[in-house]
């Protein structure tokens, strides 16, 4: 059974950083990519970065330049390190590990709360 656990929320001033964690119950390389989504009160979850297992990296335009996407293969974890935070950075952050094979699956955490306020 594959878990991911996020972990790292809190509250943070504007401009502060969070780094955000998504510890994998499994080998991260088991996943074809592993992803960072936010979610906040009667909105749908958006996309914040997505990282494959080639290395690459993909970004929503809103945090490019402040968020980055990164994994320690060792520890199983996938991180989000979140730089000068403002107030609409507020949300509920979850993980998300996509396999392909043998079938197309979706996993996710149970979530993180990053709440940005002064």
């Known amino acids: 059974q594959v878990q991911l656990v996020e972990s790292g929320g809190g509250l943070v001033q504007p401009g502060g950083s969070l780094r955000l964690s998504c510890a994998a119950s499994?080998?991260?390389?088991?996943?074809?990519?592993v992803y960072w989504y936010r979610q906040t009160p009667g909105k749908e979850r958006e996309f914040v970065a997505g990282?494959?297992?080639?290395?690459?990296?993909t970004y929503a335009d809103s945090v490019k330049g402040r968020f980055t996407i990164s994994r320690d293969n060792a520890k199983n974890t996938v991180y989000l390190q979140m730089n000068s935070l403002t107030p609409e950075d507020t949300a509920d952050y979850y993980c998300?590990?996509?396999?392909?094979?043998?079938?197309?699956?979706?996993?996710w955490g149970q979530g993180t709360q990053v709440t940005v306020s002064s």
């Open positions: 998300k590990a996509l396999k392909l094979v043998p079938v197309k699956y979706e996993y």
């Open positions: 990282l494959g297992s080639g290395g690459g990296t």
């Open positions: 499994v080998s991260i390389f088991s996943f074809s990519a």
